[in-house]
């Protein structure tokens, strides 16, 4: 069984973030609030994992929209923002990538992603759906929504 975890946010997960594609100014940001700080192991972090042994093998973030910013979801409601799901080559095949999404649906929330070039196929199978586009909400983007039961795409005209 594999175990999904809030990543603490400390040294040693920010050095291992280093390993993963998808490094950025989050991270970063991170990385000066903790040498800023020294923030306490048990801060919130948007950050999940899965551990294969002592090295983190897949990760995302995980962020919650207060409804009032919702223009997505019918009937308007808190909704979770996925980013940065990447299982290491290594451990790819394993389940790690639904593992996160399946922790992610279990919150029983509508979710919103924005999917990276070539991962679309692995979206529609964990349930996810395009977006209706709206050239002012979506600014270029094309996010992949899934809606938990009652749960319906706000009309984005």
């Known amino acids: 069984m594999v175990k999904v975890e809030r990543l603490l946010v400390n040294f040693k997960t920010l050095e291992e973030f280093k390993r993963f594609k998808e490094y950025g100014n989050q991270e970063l940001s ?29 990760r995302m973030s995980l962020y919650k929209v207060n409804a009032k910013y919702n223009f997505y979801f019918e009937p308007p409601r808190d909704y979770l923002e996925l ?17 996160l999404v399946d922790f992610a649906k ?19 199978k964990m349930g996810f759906e395009k977006a ?10 094309n996010p992949l929504i899934w809606m938990p039961s009652g749960v319906s795409e706000q009309d984005p005209s």
């Open 106 to 124: 279990e919150m029983g929330l509508p979710i919103k992603t924005n999917p990276r070039i070539n991962s679309h196929g692995f979206w529609e």
């Open 83 to 99: 980013w940065k799901l990447e299982v290491l080559p290594d451990h790819r095949g394993k389940g790690y990538g639904r593992a």
């Open 132 to 141: 209706k586009y709206n050239m002012e909400r979506d600014l270029g983007e």
């Open 30 to 58: 991170m990385v000066e609030d903790l040498e800023s700080n020294i923030i306490e192991n048990d801060s919130e972090s948007p950050f999940f994992g899965i551990y294969y042994g002592n090295a983190l093998a897949a």
